[in-house]
């Protein structure tokens, strides 16, 4: 089956044409979409037999080697219906062991599909059956939890669809999957990261940058090199190694999704990249953001928005002209773009919009932005929140002269009573090891929910904010958290090291421990210049976002640079469950840990 | 605002049965949820027996506090975290040896890799008055993020077959801070005649505005003390043309006639060097060295007939792997 599938891709190759290789795609990746309807044949329950196989795989006329899933990238779309069972049979054909794990599905532990925490793997020639009931519904995804698969392909769509009536009205769907794709092998993306952290970075501040007046002022870079830090460095991976990648599809293989003038077309959107995230537009369009990471939220209408890895966004657009429109899903740092199209018709096209400036960090991605909150974005009902929870930023019993009330005094532009601006002083976090692998600590980070995400700040049309996010449903557990867990993401950019609290998950003794059903407040506190997309399995928490009693119910949060994102808990699912952050390096490089909720079932009775 | 006293009204109708207060924040209470709550989960996890939730609360938890007035106090008064438990949930379902190997895989895979690499920073041909000359300066790492064990070379050698000086290091490097290394292991000189090992002290690292540096202590097998600093930048022109100023300063506690080496500073050597990265990995480069040789050492190269004085136009490669 497989030589077969070689001996098509040989023909491929020879031909180089993105219509071969849509031949092979399932026919809501093909290059040119109807978009999803029952008819169109789908992966769906009870019994969905999937084969993960290496395999040679053509993006833009090139042949890079890729692991598959049924042979596509992305791998076949499973479409399933709340409250049913399903039965996932996995089988592996690599000569490494593999996994997969349905993220942002919730499944009893030992299906959730990461090796060393959940099941042990599955070997080569095995066939490993998950089999849980469908308890949700909503746009999720798969991929491998087993070493750096997921960069070559391992990865695909879900859908689940709810038991009872959509609250979200549409005439068509379309599946869009994010991605980005190397013909570096994952593991020498690595090797380069370790050895030298700028290394895919091509859009460095250089001297003639400088005498063209490009970029920071001279002022400003000698600050920046004093502190050591590159506020360039916004994506460690770039579109130097990568292409991106709409269904499998590169730009130039334009993947297209038809439509009807006047119909409701929702749009899935999935981030399955491993490292990139997207500033995602179609201009000309308006876009209403329905669902956030597979959960119902009060419709928002936006020009764009940024989706981190990891992330889903359901969105539902209304093309009233017969014409094309392109969808722009720009790298963050603008180094490159996945892009398709949305038309009327095969084979048509929109201009595409050149690729933007990049972002440059500044001292609030550092977590030292002297004027504290002052850059909230609309949303005034947000404040009380935010300043509530910056109260909670000190977690129960620990007393180091950082109050609530030396935080109050430095807003109201007091005296910071105690407080030090260092960029890297330890007593600005208690929990943290501040050993060679953290590079700072952030003195005044800021609740970041209501602001654009880096490089969206001066943008002229509206841009999706998480505060702008209300879930449809009322939060399903009203109580109060109950105490508070504060973690730090820290790192260290010049080494390459990603940790939480100051230590990578090789060095960790001890897992993250929840009682079940507790009710926790979380404050992850970012002490880097880089955004991370920290993914709690097996869980929905509600983000704190200046909408009490209806927080969007996420799966994955970004944390801003030098920011912090409070969400509460409620740890309901016994067992022991993966946490990390979703950038496959960062989680490589040791940002992962290990949480667990006690007490299993057996010792509940 | 509709939305928040809908909200609130609804909390205050759940609340009460969550918020009973214990006489114990340890003591646990099953306590029923309405129906409402579970909603979400579809009527409960996956093989969980169904719709309950075991709760520890607060003290002083009431039904006013809703989630959004969550305030300090209350934290203050908040449960504690549980202790980490001792067993692997896993390992109750899946064979309890697979699962060990995987998780040791998993600590690996997530912090604990090795890597290497080899740097050649210098490696070049030397155009001088007295003739051609090869020079060479460069280090390898192999080991984790914190442990490493490194091997730096330097040397310079003429075409005409002669070596003027050659050496090894082989150090136990720790990372002791963000940016630095404390190195420490073994120097050994080759040339010139007679050769000498050393014991060595060093500490590398970036210094504030990206100054790559190293200074280096040498305890010879004779007693001799050697000192050395080392530095240089990296100026990018553009994204690939990059110029990189270099200094290397040689000190010495004391005379050692039979190296030629003078006490206090021996010799000062800067280079000013244009590069192109092809790769980053490699990296053709023209530019100047300028070497001087001063007091002591200045004379014993006089003594020599050698010029205490030496400039060089060099073509070289940077590379790295």
């Given amino acids: 089956m497989v030589m077969n599938r070689r001996g098509v891709l040989r023909g491929a190759r020879a031909l180089a044409t993105g219509l071969t290789a849509s031949a092979m795609l399932p026919s809501w990746a093909r290059s040119t ?208 190694t990568y292409t991106f990648l709409v269904n499998g599809h590169g730009p130039k293989d334009n993947w297209t999704a038809l439509f009807q003038p006047w119909e409701r077309v929702r749009l899935r959107f999935v981030n399955a990249a491993a490292m990139t995230t997207f500033d995602v537009r179609i201009p000309g369009l308006k876009m209403s953001v329905v669902q956030a990471d597979g959960q119902n939220v009060r419709p928002v209408e936006v020009d764009e928005f940024q989706i981190a890895v990891a992330e889903t966004f359901d969105v539902v657009v209304r093309p009233a002209e017969n014409r094309a429109f392109t969808l722009v899903a720009e790298a963050v740092d603008r180094s490159g773009m996945a892009r398709a199209t949305l038309a009327p018709r095969e084979g048509m096209s929109a201009p595409v919009p050149p690729l933007r400036g990049r972002p440059i960090a500044t001292m609030r991605d550092m977590g030292m932005d002297m004027r504290g909150g002052a850059q909230m974005k609309g949303d005034a009902g947000n404040g009380g929140e935010t300043t509530g929870h910056s109260a909670m930023a000190e977690p129960p019993g620990s007393s180091t002269g950082r109050s609530q009330g030396g935080m109050n005094k430095d807003r109201n532009g007091g005296p910071h009573a105690g407080m030090s601006m260092s960029m890297r002083d330890p007593e600005n976090a208690p929990g943290v090891k501040t050993g060679p692998g953290v590079q700072m600590i952030s003195p005044m980070p800021q609740d970041r929910t209501s602001e654009p995400g880096q490089g969206l700040n001066n943008t002229e049309h509206k841009v999706l904010v998480y505060a702008d996010l209300i879930s449809l449903d009322p939060n399903p557990d009203p109580r109060p958290p109950q105490r508070t867990k504060e973690i730090h993401l820290t790192g260290n950019m010049e080494r390459f090291m990603w940790s939480f609290d100051g230590e990578k998950f090789s060095d960790v003794k001890e897992p993250i421990p929840f009682r079940k059903d507790e009710r926790v407040r979380v404050i992850l506190v970012n002490d880097s210049m880089m955004s991370h997309p920290i993914h709690l399995h097996g869980h929905f928490f509600e983000v704190v976002n200046g909408h009490p009693g209806r927080h969007p119910r996420k799966h994955t949060v970004n944390v801003a640079p030098g920011g912090k994102v409070t969400f509460d808990l409620t740890a309901d699912a016994p067992g022991d469950w993966a946490f990390h952050c979703h950038l496959l390096y960062h989680m490589h490089a040791g940002m992962f840990q290990v949480v667990t909720i006690r007490p299993l079932d057996e010792e509940a009775a | 605002m509709k939305v928040v006293t809908a909200t609130r009204l609804w909390l205050l109708l759940a609340a009460p049965s969550v918020a009973q207060s214990a006489e114990d924040q340890s003591l646990r209470h099953d306590v029923s949820v309405p129906h409402a709550l579970s909603a979400d989960r579809g009527g409960g996890r996956p093989g969980l027996p169904g719709p309950h939730m075991t709760t520890s609360t607060a003290k002083e938890t009431s039904t006013s506090q809703a989630a959004d007035t969550f305030s300090s106090k209350h934290a203050a008064h908040g449960s504690t975290a549980p202790s980490p438990p001792g067993d692997h949930a896993a390992d109750r379902l899946f064979d309890r040896r697979s699962m060990e190997d995987a998780r040791n895989e998993l600590r690996r895979d997530q912090g604990g890799g090795t890597f290497s690499m080899i740097l050649l920073n210098v490696a070049e041909y030397q155009a001088r008055k007295d003739g051609s000359f090869y020079r060479w300066d460069g280090e390898g790492w192999w080991g984790g993020d914190l442990n490493r064990l490194v091997i730096k070379s330097e040397g310079r050698g003429g075409f005409d077959g002669t070596t003027e000086n050659a050496e090894v290091q082989a150090l136990y490097s720790r990372a002791v801070s963000p940016y630095f290394d404390l190195q420490t292991g073994i120097r050994h000189d080759f040339e010139p005649n007679p050769s000498r090992s050393y014991a060595t002290l060093a500490l590398e690292g970036l210094m504030p505005y990206w100054f790559e540096v190293e200074g280096s202590a040498f305890l010879s097998n004779k007693g001799d003390l050697l000192g050395r600093f080392d530095a240089y930048y990296d100026q990018l022109l553009t994204q690939r043309l990059v110029i990189q100023p270099r200094v290397e300063i040689n000190l010495a506690a004391q005379d050692v006639p039979e190296n030629d080496i003078g006490s206090g500073l021996s010799d000062v050597e800067l280079g000013l060097r244009l590069r192109y990265e092809v790769l980053r990995e490699l990296a053709p480069y023209l530019g100047v060295s300028y070497e001087r040789k001063i007091g002591d050492t200045a004379d014993y190269a006089r003594d020599e007939g050698e010029e205490a004085e030496t400039l060089s136009f060099v073509l070289g490669v940077r590379a790295w792997f």
């Fill in chain 1, 33 to 240: 979409a109807h978009g999803l309807s029952p008819s169109v044949p789908t992966l769906s329950g009870p019994d969905v037999a999937l084969t993960i196989a290496r395999t040679p795989w053509p993006v833009d006329g090139r042949i890079g080697d890729a692991i598959t899933i049924n042979g596509t990238i992305p791998a076949p779309l499973i479409r399933l219906r709340q409250g049913e069972k399903v039965r996932l049979a996995v089988t592996n054909l690599l000569k490494e062991d593999t996994s997969i794990h349905w993220h942002g599905v919730l499944v009893p532990f030992q299906f959730d599909g990461v090796p060393g925490v959940s099941f042990p793997g599955i070997r080569p020639g095995e066939t490993f059956v998950y089999d849980f009931p469908i308890i949700q519904s909503g746009t999720y995804w798969y991929h491998s939890h087993s070493g750096l698969q997921e960069q070559m392909g391992h990865y695909g769509p879900i859908i689940i669809d709810p038991a009872s009536v959509d609250p979200v009205a549409y005439d068509r769907e379309h599946v869009i999957v994010l991605s980005d794709f190397s013909f570096m092998s994952p593991h020498m993306i690595m090797d380069k990261l370790k050895k030298q952290p700028g290394y895919f970075n091509y859009q460095k501040q250089t001297l003639a940058g400088l005498l063209a007046g490009e970029g920071q002022p001279l002022a400003e870079r000698l600050r920046w090199g004093k502190m050591r830090m590159d506020p360039t460095d916004v994506s460690d991976v770039t579109g130097s």
